[in-house]
Protein backbone atom coordinates (compact mmCIF):
# COMPACT_ATOMS: atom_id res chain seq x y z
CA UNK A 1 0.00 0.00 0.00
CA UNK A 2 1.76 3.34 -0.91
CA UNK A 3 2.19 5.91 2.04
CA UNK A 4 -1.02 7.78 2.51
CA UNK A 5 0.12 9.80 5.31
CA UNK A 6 -0.68 13.29 3.87
CA UNK A 7 -3.17 11.87 1.29
CA UNK A 8 -4.92 10.21 3.68
CA UNK A 9 -5.66 13.15 6.16
CA UNK A 10 -7.16 15.19 2.97
CA UNK A 11 -9.42 12.36 1.77
CA UNK A 12 -10.95 11.67 5.70
CA UNK A 13 -11.31 16.08 5.12
CA UNK A 14 -13.16 15.36 1.72
CA UNK A 15 -15.15 12.35 2.64
CA UNK A 16 -16.67 14.34 5.89
CA UNK A 17 -16.93 17.77 4.03
CA UNK A 18 -18.60 15.56 1.16
CA UNK A 19 -20.71 13.57 3.36
CA UNK A 20 -21.74 16.93 5.32
CA UNK A 21 -22.51 18.80 2.43
CA UNK A 22 -24.90 16.21 1.11
CA UNK A 23 -26.56 16.25 4.70
CA UNK A 24 -25.29 12.30 4.62
CA UNK A 25 -24.66 12.42 8.76
CA UNK A 26 -23.69 15.74 9.81
CA UNK A 27 -20.71 16.72 11.87
CA UNK A 28 -23.12 17.37 14.73
CA UNK A 29 -24.52 13.91 14.71
CA UNK A 30 -20.75 12.52 15.42
CA UNK A 31 -20.86 11.14 18.96
CA UNK A 32 -17.28 10.46 21.10
CA UNK A 33 -16.44 7.20 21.88
CA UNK A 34 -14.07 5.18 24.48
CA UNK A 35 -11.82 2.60 23.12
CA UNK A 36 -12.95 -0.18 25.08
CA UNK A 37 -16.86 1.03 24.51
CA UNK A 38 -18.52 -2.07 22.81
CA UNK A 39 -21.53 -0.13 21.81
CA UNK A 40 -21.16 3.10 21.99
CA UNK A 41 -22.82 5.48 22.02
CA UNK A 42 -26.30 4.38 23.77
CA UNK A 43 -28.40 1.42 24.75
CA UNK A 44 -31.71 0.29 25.02
CA UNK A 45 -32.86 -2.17 27.25
CA UNK A 46 -31.19 -5.32 27.21
CA UNK A 47 -28.44 -3.96 25.74
CA UNK A 48 -29.53 -3.02 22.36
CA UNK A 49 -27.62 -0.55 20.61
CA UNK A 50 -28.97 2.70 19.31
CA UNK A 51 -28.01 6.01 18.07
CA UNK A 52 -28.86 8.76 19.68
CA UNK A 53 -29.78 10.98 16.67
CA UNK A 54 -32.33 8.62 15.01
CA UNK A 55 -34.43 11.77 13.74
CA UNK A 56 -31.95 13.61 11.88
CA UNK A 57 -30.70 10.01 10.32
CA UNK A 58 -34.23 9.34 9.33
CA UNK A 59 -34.11 12.44 7.65
CA UNK A 60 -31.19 11.72 5.62
CA UNK A 61 -32.71 8.43 4.24
CA UNK A 62 -35.73 10.03 3.25
CA UNK A 63 -33.89 12.74 1.55
CA UNK A 64 -32.34 9.38 -0.37
CA UNK A 65 -33.66 7.81 -4.03
CA UNK A 66 -35.23 4.71 -3.72
CA UNK A 67 -32.39 2.84 -5.75
CA UNK A 68 -30.05 4.37 -3.16
CA UNK A 69 -31.93 3.02 -0.27
CA UNK A 70 -31.97 -0.21 -1.94
CA UNK A 71 -28.44 -0.34 -2.41
CA UNK A 72 -27.64 -0.15 1.24
CA UNK A 73 -29.16 -3.42 2.14
CA UNK A 74 -26.60 -5.22 -0.33
CA UNK A 75 -23.43 -6.42 0.77
CA UNK A 76 -21.36 -7.72 -2.28
CA UNK A 77 -18.32 -9.44 -3.18
CA UNK A 78 -16.11 -7.75 -6.03
CA UNK A 79 -13.40 -9.24 -7.71
CA UNK A 80 -9.93 -8.05 -7.48
CA UNK A 81 -6.98 -6.93 -5.01
CA UNK A 82 -7.32 -2.91 -6.28
CA UNK A 83 -10.78 -0.85 -6.49
CA UNK A 84 -9.94 0.50 -9.06
CA UNK A 85 -7.01 -1.74 -11.18
CA UNK A 86 -7.84 -5.10 -10.79
CA UNK A 87 -5.48 -7.59 -12.48
CA UNK A 88 -6.87 -8.64 -15.92
CA UNK A 89 -8.63 -12.10 -15.03
CA UNK A 90 -10.61 -10.43 -12.11
CA UNK A 91 -11.74 -7.41 -13.96
CA UNK A 92 -13.27 -10.25 -16.73
CA UNK A 93 -14.68 -12.02 -13.86
CA UNK A 94 -16.22 -8.51 -12.69
CA UNK A 95 -17.56 -8.16 -16.54
CA UNK A 96 -19.13 -11.46 -16.18
CA UNK A 97 -20.82 -11.03 -13.17
CA UNK A 98 -21.79 -7.65 -12.82
CA UNK A 99 -21.58 -5.96 -16.51
CA UNK A 100 -18.48 -3.58 -14.85
CA UNK A 101 -14.74 -3.69 -14.28
CA UNK A 102 -14.00 -3.03 -11.57
CA UNK A 103 -14.83 -2.88 -8.02
CA UNK A 104 -15.31 0.55 -7.59
CA UNK A 105 -17.25 0.86 -10.74
CA UNK A 106 -19.60 -2.10 -8.85
CA UNK A 107 -19.98 0.66 -5.51
CA UNK A 108 -21.25 3.11 -7.85
CA UNK A 109 -23.75 0.93 -10.29
CA UNK A 110 -25.77 -0.32 -7.22
CA UNK A 111 -24.84 2.10 -4.32
CA UNK A 112 -24.16 -0.43 -2.55
CA UNK A 113 -24.33 -0.67 1.50
CA UNK A 114 -21.28 -2.88 2.31
CA UNK A 115 -18.45 -5.21 0.39
CA UNK A 116 -17.00 -8.50 1.86
CA UNK A 117 -13.70 -9.82 1.30
CA UNK A 118 -12.79 -13.04 0.01
CA UNK A 119 -9.20 -14.74 -0.31
CA UNK A 120 -10.92 -16.74 -3.72
CA UNK A 121 -12.20 -13.50 -5.09
CA UNK A 122 -8.53 -12.08 -4.90
CA UNK A 123 -9.26 -9.80 -2.30
CA UNK A 124 -6.60 -10.57 0.46
CA UNK A 125 -3.28 -11.09 -0.35
CA UNK A 126 -1.51 -8.60 2.14
CA UNK A 127 -2.45 -6.58 4.98
CA UNK A 128 -1.00 -3.05 3.03
CA UNK A 129 -2.77 -4.12 -0.19
CA UNK A 130 -6.01 -4.64 1.49
CA UNK A 131 -6.11 -1.23 3.51
CA UNK A 132 -5.48 0.02 -0.35
CA UNK A 133 -7.99 -1.82 -1.14
CA UNK A 134 -10.54 -0.34 1.28
CA UNK A 135 -9.62 2.84 0.61
CA UNK A 136 -10.29 2.49 -3.21
CA UNK A 137 -13.55 1.43 -2.10
CA UNK A 138 -14.78 4.05 -0.04
CA UNK A 139 -13.41 6.86 -1.85
CA UNK A 140 -15.77 5.33 -4.62
CA UNK A 141 -18.89 5.01 -2.26
CA UNK A 142 -18.08 9.00 -0.61
CA UNK A 143 -17.76 10.14 -4.26
CA UNK A 144 -21.50 9.15 -5.98
CA UNK A 145 -25.11 8.53 -4.79
CA UNK A 146 -25.66 9.46 -1.41
CA UNK A 147 -21.97 9.25 -0.14
CA UNK A 148 -22.32 6.94 2.36
CA UNK A 149 -19.34 5.36 3.61
CA UNK A 150 -19.08 0.91 3.20
CA UNK A 151 -19.18 -1.25 5.83
CA UNK A 152 -16.38 -3.44 4.60
CA UNK A 153 -16.41 -6.88 6.22
CA UNK A 154 -15.00 -10.41 6.06
CA UNK A 155 -14.92 -14.06 7.37
CA UNK A 156 -12.26 -13.87 9.91
CA UNK A 157 -13.58 -16.50 12.58
CA UNK A 158 -9.73 -17.65 13.20
CA UNK A 159 -8.97 -21.28 13.46
CA UNK A 160 -10.33 -23.15 10.74
CA UNK A 161 -11.99 -20.22 9.08
CA UNK A 162 -10.01 -17.34 8.24
CA UNK A 163 -9.79 -14.91 4.93
CA UNK A 164 -6.66 -13.34 5.97
CA UNK A 165 -3.30 -15.32 6.92
CA UNK A 166 0.28 -14.53 7.45
CA UNK A 167 1.61 -12.14 8.03
CA UNK A 168 -1.36 -11.00 10.36
CA UNK A 169 -2.07 -13.04 13.63
CA UNK A 170 -3.63 -16.17 13.21
CA UNK A 171 -5.30 -16.50 16.46
CA UNK A 172 -6.80 -19.99 18.42
CA UNK A 173 -10.43 -20.74 16.74
CA UNK A 174 -13.92 -21.38 18.59
CA UNK A 175 -13.32 -24.45 20.01
CA UNK A 176 -9.79 -24.00 20.87
CA UNK A 177 -10.85 -20.84 23.01
CA UNK A 178 -13.71 -23.18 24.45
CA UNK A 179 -10.97 -25.39 25.43
CA UNK A 180 -9.83 -23.06 27.38
CA UNK A 181 -12.44 -22.13 29.06
CA UNK A 182 -11.62 -18.45 29.56
CA UNK A 183 -13.60 -15.91 29.09
CA UNK A 184 -10.68 -12.84 29.28
CA UNK A 185 -9.16 -14.88 26.51
CA UNK A 186 -12.17 -15.21 24.01
CA UNK A 187 -12.11 -11.17 24.63
CA UNK A 188 -8.63 -10.24 24.15
CA UNK A 189 -8.35 -12.69 21.16
CA UNK A 190 -11.34 -10.77 19.80
CA UNK A 191 -10.01 -7.63 20.57
CA UNK A 192 -6.58 -8.38 18.74
CA UNK A 193 -8.33 -9.94 15.84
CA UNK A 194 -10.98 -6.65 15.55
CA UNK A 195 -8.05 -4.32 15.88
CA UNK A 196 -6.03 -5.48 13.24
CA UNK A 197 -9.04 -6.34 10.76
CA UNK A 198 -9.53 -2.33 11.59
CA UNK A 199 -6.64 -1.25 10.39
CA UNK A 200 -7.15 -2.63 7.39
CA UNK A 201 -10.69 -1.03 6.87
CA UNK A 202 -12.55 -3.88 7.84
CA UNK A 203 -15.10 -2.93 10.00
CA UNK A 204 -17.82 -5.55 9.85
CA UNK A 205 -16.43 -9.38 10.88
CA UNK A 206 -18.72 -12.53 10.68
CA UNK A 207 -18.19 -13.42 13.97
CA UNK A 208 -18.47 -14.74 16.37
CA UNK A 209 -20.56 -18.49 15.55
CA UNK A 210 -22.98 -18.98 18.78
CA UNK A 211 -23.84 -22.12 17.52
CA UNK A 212 -23.85 -25.06 19.82
CA UNK A 213 -22.54 -27.85 18.44
CA UNK A 214 -24.03 -31.35 20.20
CA UNK A 215 -23.69 -33.08 16.83
CA UNK A 216 -20.68 -34.80 16.15
CA UNK A 217 -21.81 -35.31 12.81
CA UNK A 218 -22.42 -31.74 12.13
CA UNK A 219 -20.48 -31.09 8.87
CA UNK A 220 -19.87 -27.57 8.60
CA UNK A 221 -19.72 -25.82 12.68
CA UNK A 222 -17.85 -28.33 14.22
CA UNK A 223 -14.69 -26.84 15.58
CA UNK A 224 -16.32 -23.36 14.13
CA UNK A 225 -18.51 -23.57 17.83
CA UNK A 226 -17.12 -22.83 21.18
CA UNK A 227 -18.32 -26.34 22.40
CA UNK A 228 -21.70 -27.73 23.68
CA UNK A 229 -22.65 -26.53 26.87
CA UNK A 230 -24.77 -23.76 25.94
CA UNK A 231 -24.33 -21.28 28.79
CA UNK A 232 -20.37 -21.89 28.07
CA UNK A 233 -20.81 -21.25 24.92
CA UNK A 234 -23.10 -18.03 25.90
CA UNK A 235 -20.57 -16.40 27.77
CA UNK A 236 -17.37 -16.80 25.44
CA UNK A 237 -19.98 -15.18 22.70
CA UNK A 238 -20.51 -12.41 24.86
CA UNK A 239 -17.23 -11.96 25.70
CA UNK A 240 -15.68 -11.51 22.17
CA UNK A 241 -18.74 -9.46 21.09
CA UNK A 242 -17.30 -7.53 23.54
CA UNK A 243 -13.85 -8.14 22.21
CA UNK A 244 -14.54 -7.35 18.71
CA UNK A 245 -16.35 -4.24 19.31
CA UNK A 246 -14.15 -2.38 21.71
CA UNK A 247 -11.77 -2.41 18.77
CA UNK A 248 -14.32 -1.05 16.84
CA UNK A 249 -15.43 -3.48 14.58
CA UNK A 250 -19.11 -4.95 14.52
CA UNK A 251 -19.44 -8.35 15.82
CA UNK A 252 -22.37 -10.75 13.84
CA UNK A 253 -23.13 -13.47 15.93
CA UNK A 254 -24.01 -16.74 13.86
CA UNK A 255 -25.87 -18.71 12.45
CA UNK A 256 -29.78 -17.71 14.28
CA UNK A 257 -31.56 -19.82 15.01
CA UNK A 258 -28.92 -22.23 15.52
CA UNK A 259 -27.13 -24.76 13.13
CA UNK A 260 -25.20 -26.73 15.87
CA UNK A 261 -26.90 -30.04 15.40
CA UNK A 262 -27.10 -30.43 11.67
CA UNK A 263 -26.05 -33.15 9.49
CA UNK A 264 -25.76 -31.37 6.32
CA UNK A 265 -23.89 -28.20 5.02
CA UNK A 266 -26.47 -25.22 4.03
CA UNK A 267 -23.81 -24.03 1.13
CA UNK A 268 -24.38 -27.48 -0.55
CA UNK A 269 -27.92 -28.57 0.95
CA UNK A 270 -31.44 -27.38 3.16
CA UNK A 271 -30.50 -28.55 6.62
CA UNK A 272 -33.53 -29.66 9.14
CA UNK A 273 -33.22 -28.82 12.40
CA UNK A 274 -35.08 -31.62 14.81
CA UNK A 275 -34.91 -29.99 17.88
CA UNK A 276 -38.40 -28.84 19.74
CA UNK A 277 -39.23 -25.75 20.79
CA UNK A 278 -38.02 -26.65 24.72
CA UNK A 279 -34.70 -28.45 23.27
CA UNK A 280 -33.93 -24.81 21.19
CA UNK A 281 -35.24 -22.71 24.14
CA UNK A 282 -32.69 -24.69 26.36
CA UNK A 283 -29.50 -25.44 23.98
CA UNK A 284 -29.71 -23.17 21.02
CA UNK A 285 -31.42 -19.47 22.07
CA UNK A 286 -28.38 -18.85 25.16
CA UNK A 287 -25.74 -17.61 23.44
CA UNK A 288 -27.99 -15.50 20.86
CA UNK A 289 -29.23 -13.94 23.88
CA UNK A 290 -26.38 -13.36 25.48
CA UNK A 291 -25.01 -11.59 22.03
CA UNK A 292 -27.80 -9.45 21.81
CA UNK A 293 -27.68 -8.63 26.14
CA UNK A 294 -23.72 -7.85 25.34
CA UNK A 295 -25.39 -4.99 22.71
CA UNK A 296 -23.96 -7.04 19.42
CA UNK A 297 -24.35 -5.60 16.13
CA UNK A 298 -25.53 -7.76 14.04
CA UNK A 299 -26.89 -11.44 13.86
CA UNK A 300 -26.32 -13.81 10.81
CA UNK A 301 -29.61 -15.70 9.83
CA UNK A 302 -29.10 -19.64 9.02
CA UNK A 303 -30.45 -20.92 5.78
CA UNK A 304 -31.88 -24.27 8.00
CA UNK A 305 -35.33 -25.51 8.66
CA UNK A 306 -36.76 -25.83 11.92
CA UNK A 307 -39.80 -26.82 12.09
CA UNK A 308 -40.69 -26.47 15.42
CA UNK A 309 -40.11 -22.59 15.22
CA UNK A 310 -41.79 -22.07 11.86
CA UNK A 311 -43.66 -25.65 10.16
CA UNK A 312 -43.72 -23.73 6.98
CA UNK A 313 -40.55 -25.34 5.87
CA UNK A 314 -38.88 -22.08 4.81
CA UNK A 315 -35.69 -21.66 5.87
CA UNK A 316 -34.95 -19.41 8.49
CA UNK A 317 -33.48 -16.73 6.77
CA UNK A 318 -36.82 -15.98 5.16
CA UNK A 319 -39.12 -16.86 7.92
CA UNK A 320 -40.89 -14.04 9.43
CA UNK A 321 -41.82 -16.07 12.58
CA UNK A 322 -38.03 -16.88 13.47
CA UNK A 323 -37.12 -13.66 12.49
CA UNK A 324 -39.26 -11.01 13.61
CA UNK A 325 -41.23 -13.11 15.92
CA UNK A 326 -38.31 -14.74 17.96
CA UNK A 327 -35.01 -12.57 16.98
CA UNK A 328 -36.92 -9.04 17.02
CA UNK A 329 -39.53 -9.55 19.40
CA UNK A 330 -38.32 -12.86 22.08
CA UNK A 331 -35.17 -11.83 22.08
CA UNK A 332 -35.46 -7.97 21.38
CA UNK A 333 -33.01 -7.55 18.96
CA UNK A 334 -32.78 -4.47 17.54
CA UNK A 335 -30.02 -4.12 15.33
CA UNK A 336 -28.96 -5.43 11.88
CA UNK A 337 -30.11 -8.81 10.87
CA UNK A 338 -27.74 -10.19 8.13
CA UNK A 339 -28.48 -13.25 6.21
CA UNK A 340 -25.95 -15.73 5.48
CA UNK A 341 -24.50 -15.59 2.23
CA UNK A 342 -27.62 -16.06 -0.72
CA UNK A 343 -25.37 -17.47 -3.10
CA UNK A 344 -25.52 -21.17 -0.39
CA UNK A 345 -27.95 -23.86 -2.03
CA UNK A 346 -29.47 -23.80 1.15
CA UNK A 347 -31.88 -20.73 0.17
CA UNK A 348 -32.25 -21.58 -3.40
CA UNK A 349 -33.80 -24.67 -2.70
CA UNK A 350 -36.99 -23.82 -2.46
CA UNK A 351 -37.70 -20.23 -4.30
CA UNK A 352 -35.40 -18.47 -7.33
CA UNK A 353 -33.28 -15.83 -7.05
CA UNK A 354 -35.22 -13.20 -7.61
CA UNK A 355 -37.57 -13.91 -4.23
CA UNK A 356 -35.04 -14.71 -2.18
CA UNK A 357 -33.99 -11.09 -1.71
CA UNK A 358 -37.84 -10.21 -1.12
CA UNK A 359 -38.80 -12.96 1.45
CA UNK A 360 -35.78 -12.38 3.29
CA UNK A 361 -36.69 -8.68 3.28
CA UNK A 362 -40.14 -9.20 4.24
CA UNK A 363 -39.39 -11.71 7.20
CA UNK A 364 -37.02 -8.85 8.62
CA UNK A 365 -33.69 -9.24 7.45
CA UNK A 366 -31.74 -5.92 6.77
CA UNK A 367 -28.53 -6.97 4.75
CA UNK A 368 -28.48 -9.24 1.84
CA UNK A 369 -25.28 -11.01 1.91
CA UNK A 370 -23.84 -11.78 -1.69
CA UNK A 371 -26.67 -12.86 -3.71
CA UNK A 372 -25.40 -14.75 -6.97
CA UNK A 373 -26.55 -12.37 -9.24
CA UNK A 374 -26.70 -8.74 -7.72
CA UNK A 375 -27.87 -7.51 -10.69
CA UNK A 376 -31.51 -9.91 -10.59
CA UNK A 377 -31.85 -9.43 -6.77
CA UNK A 378 -31.27 -5.75 -7.01
CA UNK A 379 -33.65 -5.45 -9.61
CA UNK A 380 -36.62 -7.98 -7.60
CA UNK A 381 -36.26 -5.59 -4.49
CA UNK A 382 -37.12 -2.69 -6.66
CA UNK A 383 -39.76 -4.31 -8.48
CA UNK A 384 -41.41 -5.67 -5.29
CA UNK A 385 -41.69 -2.27 -3.30
CA UNK A 386 -42.95 -0.40 -6.93
CA UNK A 387 -45.75 -2.87 -6.89
CA UNK A 388 -46.61 -2.61 -3.41
CA UNK A 389 -45.45 -6.36 -2.00
CA UNK A 390 -42.40 -4.11 -0.15
CA UNK A 391 -43.23 -0.89 1.02
CA UNK A 392 -41.04 2.16 1.35
CA UNK A 393 -41.39 2.37 5.08
CA UNK A 394 -40.14 -1.32 5.16
CA UNK A 395 -37.22 -0.14 3.15
CA UNK A 396 -36.26 2.42 5.09
CA UNK A 397 -36.63 0.84 8.63
CA UNK A 398 -33.20 -1.63 7.34
CA UNK A 399 -31.73 1.21 6.05
CA UNK A 400 -32.38 3.41 9.29
CA UNK A 401 -30.40 -0.05 11.35
CA UNK A 402 -27.84 0.10 8.62
CA UNK A 403 -26.54 3.37 9.13
CA UNK A 404 -26.80 3.67 12.89
CA UNK A 405 -24.42 0.51 12.86
CA UNK A 406 -21.85 2.57 10.63
CA UNK A 407 -22.57 5.60 12.69
CA UNK A 408 -21.56 3.23 16.02
CA UNK A 409 -18.63 1.90 14.88
CA UNK A 410 -17.32 6.09 13.95
CA UNK A 411 -17.55 5.33 9.71
CA UNK A 412 -18.82 8.86 9.06
CA UNK A 413 -16.13 10.13 10.98
CA UNK A 414 -13.23 8.05 9.67
CA UNK A 415 -14.23 5.96 6.85
CA UNK A 416 -10.74 5.63 5.74
CA UNK A 417 -7.95 2.81 7.33
CA UNK A 418 -5.54 5.32 9.08
CA UNK A 419 -2.65 6.09 8.16
CA UNK A 420 0.08 4.05 9.74
CA UNK A 421 -1.89 1.58 11.50
CA UNK A 422 -0.99 -2.06 9.24
CA UNK A 423 2.23 -1.32 10.29
CA UNK A 424 1.52 -0.56 13.96
CA UNK A 425 -1.12 -3.06 14.64
CA UNK A 426 -0.90 -6.09 12.17
CA UNK A 427 0.79 -8.99 13.02
CA UNK A 428 3.19 -7.05 15.51
CA UNK A 429 5.25 -9.13 18.19
CA UNK A 430 2.71 -8.18 20.91
CA UNK A 431 -0.37 -9.66 19.13
CA UNK A 432 1.56 -12.96 17.72
CA UNK A 433 3.06 -13.48 21.97
CA UNK A 434 -0.68 -13.22 22.87
CA UNK A 435 -1.78 -15.55 20.28
CA UNK A 436 0.85 -18.23 21.21
CA UNK A 437 -0.23 -17.81 25.13
CA UNK A 438 -4.16 -18.08 24.57
CA UNK A 439 -3.33 -21.21 22.47
CA UNK A 440 -0.98 -22.61 24.83
CA UNK A 441 -3.86 -23.06 27.26
CA UNK A 442 -6.34 -24.63 24.65
CA UNK A 443 -4.29 -27.97 23.58
CA UNK A 444 -6.13 -30.95 25.27
CA UNK A 445 -4.55 -34.20 26.61
CA UNK A 446 -6.89 -37.05 25.96
CA UNK A 447 -4.70 -39.77 26.99
CA UNK A 448 -1.43 -40.56 28.47
CA UNK A 449 -2.28 -44.33 29.67
CA UNK A 450 1.64 -44.98 29.47
CA UNK A 451 2.92 -42.35 30.48
CA UNK A 452 4.68 -41.27 27.44
CA UNK A 453 4.04 -37.58 27.51
CA UNK A 454 6.05 -35.08 28.15
CA UNK A 455 8.36 -36.00 25.50
CA UNK A 456 12.04 -35.64 27.49
CA UNK A 457 13.13 -33.01 24.27
CA UNK A 458 16.46 -32.79 26.30
CA UNK A 459 17.45 -36.21 25.29
CA UNK A 460 16.83 -35.55 21.70
CA UNK A 461 14.07 -38.37 21.08
CA UNK A 462 13.83 -39.76 17.20
CA UNK A 463 9.98 -38.74 16.31
CA UNK A 464 8.65 -39.58 13.63
CA UNK A 465 5.29 -37.41 12.21
CA UNK A 466 2.85 -38.22 9.69
CA UNK A 467 -0.93 -38.64 8.96
CA UNK A 468 -3.49 -36.33 6.63
CA UNK A 469 -2.55 -33.31 5.81
CA UNK A 470 -5.28 -30.85 5.22
CA UNK A 471 -5.05 -27.87 3.04
CA UNK A 472 -3.39 -25.22 5.03
CA UNK A 473 -5.43 -22.41 6.54
CA UNK A 474 -4.81 -19.06 5.11
CA UNK A 475 -1.50 -17.58 5.15
CA UNK A 476 -0.02 -20.90 7.67
CA UNK A 477 3.64 -21.88 6.54
CA UNK A 478 2.78 -25.54 5.54
CA UNK A 479 0.69 -28.39 6.28
CA UNK A 480 0.65 -29.22 9.94
CA UNK A 481 2.43 -32.60 9.89
CA UNK A 482 5.78 -30.29 8.46
CA UNK A 483 4.98 -27.58 11.04
CA UNK A 484 4.11 -29.88 13.66
CA UNK A 485 7.59 -31.58 12.72
CA UNK A 486 9.87 -28.04 12.85
CA UNK A 487 8.49 -27.16 15.98
CA UNK A 488 9.24 -30.35 17.75
CA UNK A 489 12.41 -30.04 16.48
CA UNK A 490 13.00 -26.23 17.59
CA UNK A 491 12.37 -27.41 21.00
CA UNK A 492 15.11 -29.71 21.18
CA UNK A 493 13.45 -33.00 19.19
CA UNK A 494 14.69 -34.39 16.07
CA UNK A 495 11.61 -34.88 14.12
CA UNK A 496 11.42 -36.03 10.80
CA UNK A 497 7.34 -35.76 8.67
CA UNK A 498 6.87 -38.59 6.36
CA UNK A 499 4.31 -39.59 3.91
CA UNK A 500 1.37 -42.47 5.60
CA UNK A 501 2.49 -43.79 2.61
CA UNK A 502 6.51 -44.44 3.94
CA UNK A 503 5.44 -43.80 7.58
CA UNK A 504 4.98 -47.88 8.80
CA UNK A 505 8.17 -48.89 7.23
CA UNK A 506 10.20 -46.00 8.76
CA UNK A 507 8.78 -46.40 12.08
CA UNK A 508 10.98 -48.75 13.37
CA UNK A 509 13.85 -46.84 15.90
CA UNK A 510 11.63 -44.05 16.89
CA UNK A 511 11.01 -43.24 20.21
CA UNK A 512 7.46 -42.37 19.36
CA UNK A 513 5.31 -41.53 15.64
CA UNK A 514 3.28 -39.02 16.13
CA UNK A 515 -0.07 -38.96 13.53
CA UNK A 516 -2.57 -36.02 13.00
CA UNK A 517 -5.90 -37.18 11.79
CA UNK A 518 -8.39 -34.99 10.23
CA UNK A 519 -12.43 -35.70 10.68
CA UNK A 520 -11.97 -39.89 10.38
CA UNK A 521 -15.36 -40.94 9.22
CA UNK A 522 -16.89 -43.31 10.97
CA UNK A 523 -16.16 -47.16 9.71
CA UNK A 524 -13.23 -47.91 7.24
CA UNK A 525 -10.60 -45.31 6.25
CA UNK A 526 -7.37 -44.81 5.52
CA UNK A 527 -6.68 -43.05 8.48
CA UNK A 528 -7.98 -45.92 10.45
CA UNK A 529 -5.51 -48.12 8.34
CA UNK A 530 -2.92 -46.02 9.14
CA UNK A 531 -2.92 -45.86 12.54
CA UNK A 532 -3.98 -49.34 12.90
CA UNK A 533 -0.78 -50.20 10.98
CA UNK A 534 1.51 -47.41 12.98
CA UNK A 535 0.41 -49.67 16.08
CA UNK A 536 1.58 -52.69 14.81
CA UNK A 537 4.95 -51.63 14.45
CA UNK A 538 5.01 -51.96 18.30
CA UNK A 539 6.15 -47.76 18.30
CA UNK A 540 4.47 -45.39 20.83
CA UNK A 541 1.84 -43.97 18.77
CA UNK A 542 0.70 -40.53 19.33
CA UNK A 543 -2.53 -39.15 18.22
CA UNK A 544 -3.07 -35.79 17.32
CA UNK A 545 -6.25 -35.10 16.50
CA UNK A 546 -5.86 -31.65 14.16
CA UNK A 547 -9.64 -30.32 13.74
CA UNK A 548 -12.47 -32.43 15.19
CA UNK A 549 -11.41 -33.90 19.10
CA UNK A 550 -14.56 -36.92 17.69
CA UNK A 551 -11.69 -38.83 16.36
CA UNK A 552 -10.53 -40.61 19.56
CA UNK A 553 -13.69 -42.27 19.27
CA UNK A 554 -13.21 -43.77 15.72
CA UNK A 555 -9.79 -44.89 16.28
CA UNK A 556 -8.04 -47.92 18.11
CA UNK A 557 -6.55 -46.26 21.83
CA UNK A 558 -3.30 -44.75 21.28
CA UNK A 559 -0.26 -44.58 23.78
CA UNK A 560 -1.33 -40.87 23.82
CA UNK A 561 -3.59 -38.44 22.48
CA UNK A 562 -4.18 -34.76 22.13
CA UNK A 563 -6.82 -32.92 20.42
CA UNK A 564 -5.82 -29.29 18.31
CA UNK A 565 -8.88 -28.05 16.99
CA UNK A 566 -6.68 -26.12 14.37
CA UNK A 567 -4.36 -27.17 11.80
CA UNK A 568 -3.32 -23.44 12.30
CA UNK A 569 1.00 -22.65 12.77
CA UNK A 570 0.04 -21.47 16.35
CA UNK A 571 -2.10 -24.43 17.44
CA UNK A 572 0.20 -27.21 16.09
CA UNK A 573 2.96 -24.78 17.81
CA UNK A 574 1.34 -25.01 21.34
CA UNK A 575 1.07 -28.91 21.08
CA UNK A 576 4.44 -29.34 20.69
CA UNK A 577 5.31 -27.48 23.53
CA UNK A 578 2.74 -29.42 25.43
CA UNK A 579 4.16 -32.62 23.93
CA UNK A 580 7.43 -31.66 25.19
CA UNK A 581 6.13 -30.55 29.07
CA UNK A 582 7.60 -27.18 27.82
CA UNK A 583 3.92 -25.87 28.55
CA UNK A 584 1.72 -28.40 31.12
CA UNK A 585 -1.85 -29.12 29.94
CA UNK A 586 -4.77 -27.03 30.88
CA UNK A 587 -7.07 -28.01 27.57
CA UNK A 588 -10.58 -29.33 28.57
CA UNK A 589 -12.72 -30.96 25.82
CA UNK A 590 -15.85 -28.37 25.34
CA UNK A 591 -17.69 -31.59 23.73
CA UNK A 592 -18.08 -34.68 25.21
CA UNK A 593 -16.15 -37.78 22.43
CA UNK A 594 -18.93 -40.17 22.08
CA UNK A 595 -17.94 -43.47 23.69
CA UNK A 596 -14.48 -42.56 24.87
CA UNK A 597 -14.39 -38.88 27.06
CA UNK A 598 -16.93 -36.33 28.32
CA UNK A 599 -17.30 -32.86 28.35
CA UNK A 600 -14.40 -31.16 30.67
CA UNK A 601 -12.50 -34.21 30.23
CA UNK A 602 -8.19 -33.31 30.05
CA UNK A 603 -5.33 -34.57 31.48
CA UNK A 604 -2.47 -32.56 32.59
CA UNK A 605 0.93 -33.39 33.94
Known sequence: MPNHASRRTLLTAAAIAAVTATGAVPATMRTPRT??????????????????????LRRHITAMSLEEQIGQLFVSRGYGHSATNPDPADAEQNQRTFGVRTAAELVSRYHLGGVIYFAWAHNTRTPHQIAALSVGLQQAALSTGARIPLLLSTDQEHGAVARIGRPATLLPGAMALGAAGDTAAARRAARIAGAELAAMGIRQDYAPVADVNVNPANPVIGVRSFGSDPQAVAALVAAQVRGYQGAGVAATAKHFPGHGDTETDSHVGLPVMRHTRAQWEELDEPPFRAAVEAGVDAIMTAHIVFPALDPSGDPATLSRPIVTGILRERLG??????????????VRQKYGNDRVPVLALLAGCDQLLNPPDLGLAYRSVLAAVEAGELTRARIEESVLRILELKARRGLFEEPYPAAGKVDETVGIRKHLDAADTIAARTTTVLANAAGLLPLDASAGPRLLVTGTDPVSPSGTTGPPTAVLARELTALGCRATALPPA???AAAAGHAAVLVCTYNVPEGDDPQRTL???????????????????YDSARLPACAAELATYSWTDVEMRAAARVLTGAVRPSGRLPVPVPGRYPLGHGLTY
Open 333 to 346: FQGVVVTDALDMAG
Open 502 to 504: RAV
Open 35 to 56: PDDPHSPTEAPGGTPTHPDRAR
Open 531 to 549: VTDLIATGVPVILVAVRNP
